[in-house]
Each structure stands twice: as C-alpha cells, then as structure tokens.
T-cell receptor, first 114, second 113 residues
Framework: DAGVIQSPRHEVTEMGQEVTLRCKPI?????LFWYRQTMMRGLELLIY????????DSGMPEDRFSAKMPNASFSTLKIQPSEPRDSAVYFC????????????FGPGTRLTVL | QQQVKQSPQSLIVQKGGISIINCAYE??????FPWYQQFPGKGPALLIA?????SEKKEGRFTISFNKSAKQFSLHIMDSQPGDSATYFC????????????FGAGTRLTVKP
C-alpha cells in the first residue's frame, strides 16, 4: 500500500497567487482530512470529508480556503489569494469507517508564501 | 481554542532514561486518546491509544497512563533510545464524532546517546 500521497511536497509562491494542494487517500478509505501545522497553532483540522462529501469545514480559516473531493481517490485544498500567514505544512490524512479512530497521514506539503 | 493541553514543549532525555509527556483535556465527552509520533519531514503516525475504561495501556516500551477524574493522560517511554527522538502529539476525540480529533501542541523529544 502506497499510503496517503500528497503533492507537491514543497511549494513556494508569492503573495496573491493561487495555490492548489493535492491528496490521494489510501484506497478503500472513506474519510479524508486536511490539517494545517504551524509552530504557533500546532496541528489544526481544517475540513474533513466522508464519502466525498464535506462534513465539517468549521476549521477553514476564511473564504480564501476551499477544498473539494470530486471522487474517492482525489482531493484538493486551494488557497486563493495566498498570504504570507498561510505559510505552514499542510497534511492530508485518511481513515476507514471500519477502523475510524486510526488516521493515516501523508508526508505533508510545506507551503511558503513570500 | 486548545481543548487538549500538552507539556512539556520540549524534552531532552539521556539514552536509557524515561521520557514522560503529559496531556490534559477539558471536554468530558472525549473518550478516545491516541498518541501520534512524527519524525522530521514525515506526517504523524499513530503510536498507541487508550479508551477511558482502562487506566493504563502498554505496548513495548510505550505506556499510556490515564486518570479520568483528573482529565489527564500521559505517555511514558521506558529505556528511551535515540531513535525515539521525534515530536509526540496527544489527541482526543469523542465516540459521537471520532473523526473530529483535537491535537495537543506537541512535544519535541530528543534522546541523547
């Protein structure tokens, strides 16, 4: 099993640009999570999906952030326009309803907004 | 808001020593308490977890101690090794919404050889 796959691993962009982060969950998992990790705020849940449907997006910081899951094997997190304070490591994780409390994390995308 | 408070922020232990990381929670509805281990450049990975029906769970050198009345739980790493050097996160979730997991701020553990 390849595990959760995220791309890109590193992204450097300029303020105001659109950023798209991508995630492929583990095959067969029906939950997908997006987290943001910073030194100041630790690991924060941004949004999670169940069977491709967004369930809770209360952690999304503002309207500049959006997430989609068009099918069971792909999700995107988009920031438009990006700001320097969005600089963080973004993790995608997935889990299965048959083992709901075990979330498997991807390697993360380190985003730097200049 | 921090629903799970973790301490210390960083910890240095000699090889062979005991590493202890503490967490406290506020929401009494939490009933699942995992610990995640994160190595540099990697995502967090589930290490060990406990439910409040037991006061202790041990897996190898790793033990979780749970105090329901005090709303506290801790991770003990016995015979700490340099390979244990990582960031450790405690977390909490409820059975009603166990996908909404709240993480502590993390503890950076360094085990010196």
């Amino acid at each position: 099993d390849a595990g959760v796959i995220q791309s890109p691993r590193h992204e450097v962009t300029e303020m105001g640009q659109e950023v798209t982060l991508r995630c492929k969950p583990i095959s067969g998992h029906d939950y997908l999570f997006w987290y943001r990790q910073t030194m100041m705020r630790g690991l924060e849940l941004l949004i999670y999906f169940n069977n491709n449907v967004p369930i809770d997006d209360s952690g999304m910081p503002e309207d500049r952030f959006s997430a989609k899951m068009p099918n069971a094997s792909f999700s995107t997190l988009k920031i438009q326009p990006s700001e320097p304070r969005d600089s963080a490591v973004y993790f995608c994780a997935s889990s299965s309803s048959t083992l709901p409390n075990t979330q498997y994390f991807g390697p993360g995308t380190r985003l730097t907004v200049l | 808001q921090q629903q799970v408070k973790q301490s210390p922020q960083s910890l240095i232990v000699q090889k062979g020593g005991i590493s202890i990381i503490n967490c406290a929670y506020e929401n009494t509805a939490f009933d699942y308490f995992p610990w995640y281990q994160q190595f540099p450049g990697k995502g967090p990975a589930l290490l060990i977890a406990i439910r409040p029906d037991v006061s202790e769970k041990k897996e190898g050198r790793f033990t979780i101690s749970f105090n329901k009345s005090a709303k506290q739980f801790s991770l003990h790493i016995m015979d700490s090794q340099p390979g244990d050097s990582a960031t450790y996160f405690c977390a909490a979730a409820t059975v009603y919404n166990n996908n909404d997991m709240r993480f502590g701020a993390g503890t950076r553990l360094t085990v010196k050889p």
